[in-house]
C-alpha cells in the first residue's frame, strides 16, 4: 500500500494576482507555504526585467523550494509594422524576465529547487497578430531545455505551455477561433506536475 | 515526361563570406545571380543588427526574389554567469538581426519572394555551453512559423537548422562531443530546398 504523505512545500509565485496566477495561488496555498510576488502586489514586490529587483525580492523573501512565474502573455503585433524594438519591449518581461528569474534564482534556490515557467501554445502553432508571443514561447522551451541540462542534477527547471485559458477565453478568445479553451484545472494540474514530480527539461503543451 | 528546366534567380546571401556562406555561394553562383553582403565583404556592406543599415542594403542592391541569412552561430556562455545584457549581446545579430531581415525585408522582395533564415540544432538538443545558442534558435523557429503566416501567400519564409557543419568540426568538434558532423553538400541541399520548392513555415533539421 503506498500512502500519499502531503509534504509542505515553499513556493515563491512571481505574478500571482494575473488570471492564472490566481488559480494557481488558490489551488496550491491550502496545502503550502505560497509566497507571492509582483510588480505591484504581494507579499514582495519585484519587476522581474530587472535583475537587480529579483536580487532583492530573493534576499527579502524566505527561501523557497519551488519558484512559478506565472507571466502574462506577450502583447500583439501588426507583422507589417513591426519593429526589432517593439519586439524587444515585448520580450522583455515575459521572456528575458522568466531566463532572468533562473539565471538569478539558480544562486537562491537550495539543492533540489525547482523553477517553473510559463510559456504559451504560439511557440508551436503560429497564429495572426502574434509573433512576439512565438518568438517569447519558443525561445523560453529552448531555454528549458538549456537551463534543464545545465543545473542537473542540482535543480530542476520546466515550462508550462498552455493554449487559451479557460478564464481568458471570453476576453480573447474571440480573437483566436483557432484556440480551443483549455480548462483551468488542466492548467494547475500541470504546474502541480513540475513541482512534485521529478520531471526536468521539459515542456507541459495543454493546447487541447 | 518531366524536363527540370533552370531558372536564374536573384539570391542576397548575407553572411555570404563565412563558413556556411561560402559553401552557398559556390553552389549557387554557377546558375544563379548572388548578391553578396556583409559586415565588411561582399558586394554590399550590411549591419543586420540595424534596421536602418538592411533598409539601405534594400535601397542599393538590384532587387532580389530570395534571400539566405547564413549567420554565425551564436556565442558560448557560462551558465553559472550569464547575465540578460549578456544573453541579449548574443541575440542581437543572430536572432533580431535574422527577423530584422525578414520585417524590413517584407517590403523590398516581390511577390513569391523566399526568405531563409539559419538556425541550430541546440533548438532542439541543448548542450553545456550554448544556452544562448538555444534560446537565439527556437525563437527563430517559431518566427519562421509566424512569419510564413503572416506573409502567406504573398512571400515564403524557412529556415535550415544544421547541427555542427562538417566544415567547422576540425575547429569546434572537440566542444561538442554529442554532435556528428553534417555534410556541407546536405546542409547546400537543404538551402536548395527553401529557394527552389514551395516549402513555406518549414524548419528543415539536420542534426545526424
Known amino acids: 500500500m503506498v500512502a500519499y504523505v502531503c509534504i509542505t512545500m515553499k513556493i515563491l509565485l512571481i ?5 492564472l496566477g490566481k488559480r ?16 505591484s502586489s504581494g507579499d514582495y514586490h519585484v519587476d522581474i526585467r530587472s535583475e537587480d529587483s529579483i536580487r532583492n525580492m530573493f534576499g527579502q523573501c524566505p527561501q523557497p523550494e519551488a519558484l512559478i512565474c506565472a507571466a502574462a502573455s506577450g502583447d500583439m503585433d501588426n507583422f507589417a509594422t513591426l519593429t526589432q524594438d517593439a519586439l524587444l519591449d515585448n520580450m522583455r518581461g515575459k521572456l528575458l524576465g522568466q531566463i532572468s528569474l533562473v539565471l538569478v534564482g539558480q544562486h537562491f534556490l537550495p539543492p533540489g529547487g525547482s523553477f517553473t515557467l510559463t510559456s504559451g501554445v504560439f511557440a508551436d502553432e503560429p497564429h495572426i497578430g502574434v509573433t512576439g508571443g512565438g518568438v517569447i514561447s519558443g525561445a523560453l522551451h529552448s531555454f528549458v531545455y538549456a537551463a534543464a541540462l545545465e543545473l542537473s542534477p542540482r535543480m530542476r527547471v520546466n515550462a508550462v505551455s498552455p493554449g487559451m485559458l479557460q478564464d481568458s477565453a471570453p476576453q480573447y478568445g474571440a480573437l483566436f477561433p483557432g484556440l ?29
Open 24 to 39: 494557481l495561488n488558490a489551488a496550491l496555498s491550502p496545502d503550502h507555504e505560497v509566497i507571492t510576488a509582483g510588480r
Open 180 to 208: 480551443p479553451a483549455i480548462s483551468m484545472d488542466a492548467v494547475v494540474h500541470a504546474y502541480r506536475q513540475t513541482l512534485f514530480t521529478d520531471i526536468n527539461g521539459q515542456v507541459l503543451r495543454l493546447y487541447r
Open 15 to 19: 505574478g500571482a494576482s494575473g488570471t
